[in-house]
């Protein structure tokens, strides 16, 4: 599962709340141009995908356009939604998830984020995702140390 939060002012509200789905589309720093501009501007009022020249890819389980170029994209079926005052909380079970292939490991079958240079949104900043830190359950080993990279 996941969830978006969204003003009801904001264009895509009415139409996620319509058709009750939604895709995410991770980007990456090559894309922070592109991801900002289509934060800033509505598409009630722009063609973002004409504006930004990203490619529309059809969802396979959802109507919501994803984006080509997008590492991950991540269709979303509303389940519940939540009333938070300034916002409504669109919970939804991801019912498919594309991977770019060129990010999967091809010994472990799992996502390559630090490969992938994925970007990071929090507080009005972005980031690009960097620094290995460690593998679930380091914290609990013996020597509390980070397993190193396999």
């Known amino acids: 599962m996941c969830y978006v ?23 990456t720093v090559a894309m922070a141009r592109e991801t900002d501009w289509c934060g800033v501007r509505s598409g009630k009022d722009y063609d973002k995908f004409a504006e930004t020249g990203l490619t529309v890819e059809p969802a396979k389980l959802i109507k919501a356009p994803l984006v080509a170029e997008s590492p991950i994209s991540i269709e979303c079926k509303v389940r519940e939604i939540i009333p938070l005052g300034s916002h409504d909380m669109f919970m939804a079970d991801v019912v498919n998830i594309r991977a770019d292939e060129q990010y999967i490991n091809p010994e472990t079958g799992s996502f390559d984020m630090e490969r992938a240079n994925l970007l990071a949104y929090s507080h009005g900043e972005y980031f690009a995702l960097g620094d290995f830190l460690g593998y679930f359950g380091w914290s609990v080993k013996k020597d509390k140390a980070p397993a190193r990279r396999r």
């Open 5 to 27: 939060s969204i003003r009801p002012e904001r264009h895509s509200y009415p139409i996620i709340k319509e058709t009750g789905e939604f895709g995410l589309n991770l980007t």
